[in-house]
């Protein structure tokens, strides 16, 4: 399994950027696909964004396209999500999430191991 840590989150203002980070202890992070999910109040975890373990590709929710940009660095065993244009309706509490040799399904059911989430709050 893998450990992981976000950090990053905090209240900003509509327009504003944010940078969210993950790291990750425990096994090889490399051989993980990586996610980032968000949770608004009384909705269900949504996907936001993954990136492929095998070549780094990666893949985005239609509501965050052209505005979140996933990234990794494997020898910092860190994920991050890079949120610009932050909208209110951005405010959730994000996870990161990890799954071995995952194709980068926006299924959250596929990751085995979760973070403990951060706070976004985007206050227009």
């Known amino acids: 399994q893998v450990q992981l840590v976000e950090s990053g989150g905090g209240l900003v203002q509509a327009g504003d950027s944010l940078r969210l980070s993950c790291a990750a202890s425990g096994r090889t992070f490399s051989n993980f696909t990586m996610g980032w999910f968000r949770q608004a109040p009384g909705k269900e975890r949504e996907f936001v964004a993954g990136?492929?373990?095998?070549?780094?590709?990666?893949n985005y929710a239609d509501s965050v396209k052209g505005r979140f940009t996933i990234s990794r660095d494997n020898a910092k065993r860190t994920v991050y999500l890079q949120m610009n244009s932050l909208k209110p309706e951005d405010t959730a509490v994000y996870y990161c999430a990890a799954d071995q040799w995952g194709v980068g399904t926006p299924w959250f059911g596929a990751y085995e191991n979760w973070g403990q989430g951060t706070q976004v709050t985007v206050s227009s």
């Open positions: 990136i492929r373990w095998s070549d780094d590709s990666t």
